[in-house]
């Protein structure tokens, strides 16, 4: 079965300073991975996704990250937080090639600090 | 180039009660699924839809069911609703046969409070 590990359910960080949201995630198979985002109440939008080739993946608003299959993890960058950063993001991983269900992580709310 | 819409985004239901949610997909998309958010919670899998069946299902009791029409609409419906039921649903699409398969886009959600 997959799952799906954020560690912090709540991260803080200076405007200007490094993001950095964790992720590792259990799959029997080869995984796709997403990271979506979450505003206040709003659905989900996608940030960025990983289903094959190049390991580092860049998505929209300058947010990346790096598939590390010896680590199990998906952690999620940006150099430089924005204030319009704060949101709850979430991890995701879905069965290659079957992705009609995904498993969600619990969350990380991102907050920033002015 | 409408994205996926729901409706209606808020509702509020009595415990016992039956409800019904609704749920458009993106243009060009044939293939639905439906998500439980709970508050503070990472969205759950209820079930997926395409070409009107039900294809996949997650670990949801029979009072969810769902439908998916021929304009590849859907609908979700809740019976006998619970206090636990109170949750924001979202709807996901993805075109199956062609485009970009590897990724679902969500709606805005349906937030149902059951009181």
């Known amino acids: 079965a997959q799952s799906v590990t954020q560690l912090g359910s709540h991260v803080s960080v200076s405007e200007g300073a490094l993001v950095l949201l964790r992720c590792n995630y259990s799959s029997s198979v080869p995984p796709y991975l997403f990271w979506y985002v979450q505003y206040p109440n709003q659905g989900l939008q996608l940030l960025l996704k990983y289903t094959t080739g190049a390991t580092l993946v860049k998505g929209i608003n300058g947010f990346e990250a790096e598939f590390k299959k010896s680590e199990t993890s998906f952690h999620l960058t940006k150099p430089s937080a924005h204030m319009s950063d704060a949101a709850e993001y979430f991890c995701a991983v879905s069965e290659a090639n079957r992705d009609d269900k995904i498993i969600f992580g619990k969350g990380t709310r991102l907050h920033i600090l002015p | 180039d409408a994205g996926v819409t729901q409706s209606p985004t808020h509702l509020i239901k009595t415990r016992g009660q039956q409800v019904t949610l609704r749920c458009s997909p993106k243009s060009g998309h044939d293939t639905v699924s439906w998500y439980q958010q709970a508050l503070g919670q990472g969205p759950q899998f209820i079930f997926q839809y395409y070409e009107e069946e039900e294809r996949q299902r997650g670990n949801f009791p029979d009072r969810f069911s769902g439908h998916q029409f021929p304009n590849y609409s859907s609908e979700l419906n809740v019976n006998a609703l619970l206090l636990g039921d109170s949750a924001l649903y979202l709807c996901?699409?993805?075109?199956?046969?062609?485009?970009?398969?590897?990724?679902?886009?969500f709606g805005p959600g349906t937030r149902l409070t059951v009181l």
């Open positions: 996901a699409s993805r075109p199956v046969r062609t485009g970009d398969r590897d990724t679902q886009y």
